[in-house]
């Protein structure tokens, strides 16, 4: 079982796609709306439009019961799911009848996974949670349908990345991601690959903002915070300016790269470990060679940045107009939400850095309270970022905020590497469950709602199992 199997599978299924295209069936393809989610509708619908096929791609936060219904109402012919569907195999089957597929990298049954109408890579497998994302799934299954598809390779790349799949030696892709799809987008010339700081707009931004505006890693102090950057800078007699000029990341020396490393060391980890840290800011950059020099979409991750703004602000829509070619009025508008998106989110991690009562630290539990100040739908981007803190990485990182209705909202995660022994998301499935609430997730990270009051036995269910005496218990 591997790649070869993977493939025959994506054959039968693109043949599928082929056939509903021929019948000039209407198709709606529902995507998941982050990164991920809108790059592999938008490779399949654009794959779809090339075939002059009749399609609409629709992001939607999540999928249930309800959501199947009123999709079955609106009578399109044909169903493609990417991204997302997993756990409504059964429920599609009896609604829709043979009208659908999924295309999907999340963990299922077997059942679900082995569904003839299903294409994952776990049937095979091949890990969905690092060697192929949606996108990816939705990649190999367009090159089936037109090999000129191979175009599309770079958007695939940016869905992986931003799915944080960059999981082999400093930062790069493994598994299909690398030995299919970039060698396909470098193979015609769409991407660079190469080692450097992976701070964002290496080649546009003054260093200071390239450094406080990278999310990840997350750097207490300095992210979101360019004027502490720039007189960290300074301070340590490195030169910012060439006359008049801001200078910027990718013009500096190897020497000077390092100089950078050295001043932020004590800012990432008290231990000092510089080591650590140079694998942790140095690593593989991706370059989209066909995008504009000072486009925020030039950088790989940076796209995909711009994509998860678009879908948490409510506007997929601009990312997927994105990802179909348009470089004018949705581009404008991407840029726009990005910065405000960002600024958001730099605000939220300068309160939560410097309000002391909104970080409790335990031994391995790290609760963060951003009641009245996280709004909701911000809080997976909240903890992600604060999770790839090298200050977090033994640890769980819990985070709270309250929601409308006053309930709870949990986003939890864990590094990939500590306490293996829990399953993140299984563990706060079950707990929120028996609090009245709901939940679940992947391994190391996990999201859950539950009553307002249910929080200091959720914590305290936590901290047992772990077994971290140490952490108090505050509401
Ligand atoms: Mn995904």
Same mark, same amino acid.
């Given at each position: ?27 709606i ?37 309800n959501q199947i219904f009123n999709l079955k109402k609106q009578e399109y ?18 609604e829709l ?151 910027? &990341? ?14 932020? &060391? ?210």
């Open positions: 079982m591997g790649l070869k199997e993977f493939k025959e599978k994506t054959e039968d299924i693109s043949e599928l796609i082929e056939t509903t295209i021929d019948e000039r069936k209407q198709i393809i529902i995507c998941h709306l982050d990164a991920d989610g809108i790059t592999s509708g938008s490779i399949i619908g654009k794959s779809i439009f090339k075939e002059e096929g009749r399609a609409v791609i629709r992001a939607v936060n999540d999928l249930g019961p012919d044909f169903y493609i799911f990417t991204d997302i569907g997993m756990g409504y195999v059964e429920l599609l089957d009896k009848g043979e009208r659908w597929i999924i295309l999907d990298h999340h963990q299922s049954s077997e059942d679900e996974i082995k569904h003839q109408r299903v294409l994952n890579p776990y049937e095979f497998g091949i890990d969905g949670g690092t060697e192929i994302s949606g996108a990816g799934v939705a990649y190999m299954t367009a090159k089936k349908l037109n090999s000129s598809n191979r175009e599309l390779s770079a958007l695939a790349i940016v869905g992986a990345l931003a799915d944080r799949q960059d999981q082999g030696p400093s930062r790069s892709l493994i598994g299909i991601n690398q030995k299919a799809i970039l060698k396909d987008a470098k193979y015609i010339g769409l991407i660079k690959e190469e080692k450097d700081l992976i701070f964002y707009g290496r080649e546009t931004k003054p260093i200071h903002e390239s450094i406080g505006s990278t999310n990840i890693p997350f750097i207490p102090l300095i992210t979101g915070n360019y004027d502490a950057c720039l007189a960290a800078l300074v301070s340590a007699n490195f030169k910012v300016k060439e006359g008049d000029r801001w200078r910027t &990341i990718s013009e500096l020396s190897y020497e000077e790269k390092m100089k950078l490393i050295e001043i932020l &060391i004590p800012y990432i980890t008290k231990s000092g470990a510089k080591g650590e840290v140079i694998e942790e800011l140095f690593g593989n950059v991706y370059t989209l060679l066909k995008e504009e020099e000072r486009s925020i979409l030039r950088d790989a991750r940076e796209f995909g940045s711009l994509l998860n703004a678009c879908g948490r602000e409510g506007k997929a829509g601009s990312g997927i107009l994105i990802c179909l070619g348009d470089r004018d009025e949705a581009y404008s508008d991407g840029e726009k939400i990005l910065q405000d998106y960002r600024r958001t989110l730099m605000k939220y991690l300068q309160i939560i850095n410097t309000d002391a009562k909104r970080m409790i630290s335990g031994k391995k539990i790290v609760q963060i309270i951003g009641d009245e100040l996280i709004d909701e739908k911000m809080l997976g981007a909240v903890s992600s970022i604060l999770s790839s803190s090298l200050a977090f990485k033994e640890k769980i990182l819990i985070v709270r905020t309250k929601t409308k209705e006053n309930d709870l909202k949990i986003s939890a995660r864990k590094g990939n590497n500590t306490l293996k022994e829990i399953n993140l998301g299984l563990t706060i499935k079950e707990l929120s469950k028996k609090l009245n609430g709901s939940g679940g997730g992947h391994v190391a990270a996990a999201g859950a709602k539950i009553p307002l009051e249910s929080y200091e036995k959720f914590i305290a269910e936590m901290i047992k199992k772990v077994g971290d005496e140490e952490n108090k218990i505050e509401s």
